[in-house]
């Protein structure tokens, strides 16, 4: 009975050892999946690097614009990734008419300050760019047609925006677009 018991606990010790500890063939599994996965990385990540930016256009992403020179009731033409940029200087007139404008009148309603970043509400950064065909608006240069308005007047189609850069008239289905930008200093706009 005792050799027995020996043997059931040397059969119970060899089942245990078996079933717990790693067999040669899970190894080769977990190897073979590993060097699998490490291959995967090494054809993707050169695939996915190469379709980033590269470093000449990150370059353009942004764009500083000085306005030291920028008066009331003048504008500066800027280049934003390859895009026409108007920085108009807003006169206490410009402001007032855009301001009292309904909401309601608006095709596309945005207010002036929603166009504009606070503390420099008589600073309007909008994209050269008419939303209708993608043609040059006037208005940003001197003595250009600013329309009836007073804002930009785009020649092809006859498109009219008001001193806000809003779509008052014509066939432009939505407002000059604002984009990303932030003050640096009081004279220096980033762009983008």
Request: proline share 5%; charged share 20%; aromatic share 4%.
């Amino acid at each position: 009975m005792a050799d027995q018991a020996i043997a059931d606990n040397e059969g119970a010790a060899a089942v245990v050892t078996e079933g717990d500890g790693v067999r040669r063939r899970d190894f080769i599994n977990i190897a073979a999946v590993s060097a699998a996965g490490i291959g995967g990385l090494a054809v993707v990540i050169p695939l996915v690097s190469q379709m980033s930016a590269s470093k000449d256009v990150l370059a353009e992403s942004t764009t500083e614009v000085d306005i030291s020179s920028l008066q009331p009731g003048q504008a500066i033409k800027a280049v934003f990734r390859k895009q026409p940029v108007f920085v108009r200087s807003l006169t206490e007139a410009e402001i007032a008419a855009a301001e009292s404008v309904s909401l309601n009148a608006l095709r596309d309603p945005e207010t002036l300050a929603e166009r504009t970043v606070e503390g420099h509400t008589n600073i309007l950064v909008t994209m050269g760019v008419c939303t209708h065909l993608g043609c040059v608006p006037l208005g940003a240069g001197d003595g250009e047609n600013r329309g009836e308005f007073g804002g930009y007047f785009c020649p092809c189609h006859g498109s009219q925006f008001d001193t806000a850069g809003r779509i008052r008239k014509g066939p432009a289905p939505t407002n000059l677009e604002v984009p990303e930008y932030a003050f640096q200093s009081d004279t220096l706009i980033r762009i983008g």
